[in-house]
Antibody, heavy 120, light 107 residues
Framework: EVQLVESGGGLVKPGGSLRLSCAAS????????MNWVRQAPGKGLEWVSS????????YYADSVKGRFTISRDNAKNSLYLQMNSLRAEDTAVYYC?????????????WGQGTLVTVSS | VIWMTQSPSLLSASTGDRVTISCRMS??????LAWYQQKPGKAPELLIY???TLQSGVPSRFSGSGSGTDFTLTISCLQSEDFATYYC?????????FGQGTKVEIK
């Protein structure tokens, strides 16, 4: 069974940093691209970042470019999101999501999410 | 950036109704479109990909159509478990973008 479990969320002050993790199981993690998607309270979904299976291709939303860094450790079946210079508008539930395949790069499995709150 | 206009934002319907949700793109995306369902406090779930292909395990009352710039999600006979928020998403190019969402509520 595919499982994605996020962790690392919490309360952080504006300008602070946080590192999110996503532990994957039930599939060959090293074969799949992965993404982070976030959802501000009461709002819609916003794609944040994408990383290919071997980390060769990385993309970011303009809203986080230069502040967030996506990475992965295939040996540990883990995905990460390093978030620096956090702002109030980064407050959201952050989901990790698996890409279905190279030819169909939509998100077929999602974690349960981890809440990040940026507030003084 | 490909902008998406999803409508309506709120849809009031009754069990058994046929409902349709629209998603319009700012530029053509062939069939690189997915639909998700999200219930309160839960992660989104993939319903349809490639505009019209049903994800495994999704009931056949859900269907998708369209290509290019105009897409539609149809629920043929609304069930109680279908009251949720629905999002379209394009995966034609980066940045990936989502529609604003359609909340389907009980009339």
């Amino acid at each position: 069974e595919v499982q994605l479990v996020e962790s690392g969320g919490g309360l952080v002050k504006p300008g602070g940093s946080l590192r999110l993790s996503c532990a994957a199981s039930g599939f060959t993690f090293s074969s799949y691209s992965m993404n982070w998607v976030r959802q501000a309270p009461g709002k819609g979904l916003e794609w944040v970042s994408s990383i290919s299976s071997s980390s060769s291709y990385i993309y970011y939303a303009d809203s986080v470019k230069g502040r967030f860094t996506i990475s992965r450790d295939n040996a540990k079946n883990s995905l990460y999101l390093q978030m620096n210079s956090l702002r109030a508008e980064d407050t959201a539930v952050y989901y990790c999501a698996r890409v279905m395949s190279y030819s169909t790069p939509t998100f077929d499995y999602w974690g349960q999410g981890t809440l990040v709150t940026v507030s003084s | 950036v490909i902008w998406m206009t999803q409508s309506p934002s709120l849809l009031s319907a009754s069990t058994g109704d046929r409902v349709t949700i629209s998603c319009r793109m700012s530029q053509g995306i062939s069939s690189y479109l997915a639909w998700y369902q999200q219930k309160p406090g839960k992660a989104p779930e993939l319903l349809i990909y490639a505009a019209s292909t049903l994800q495994s395990g999704v009931p056949s009352r859900f269907s998708g159509s369209g290509s290019g710039t105009d897409f539609t999600l149809t629920i043929s006979c609304l069930q109680s478990e279908d009251f949720a928020t629905y999002y379209c998403q394009q995966y034609y190019s980066f940045p990936r973008t989502f529609g604003q969402g359609t909340k389907v509520e009980i009339k």
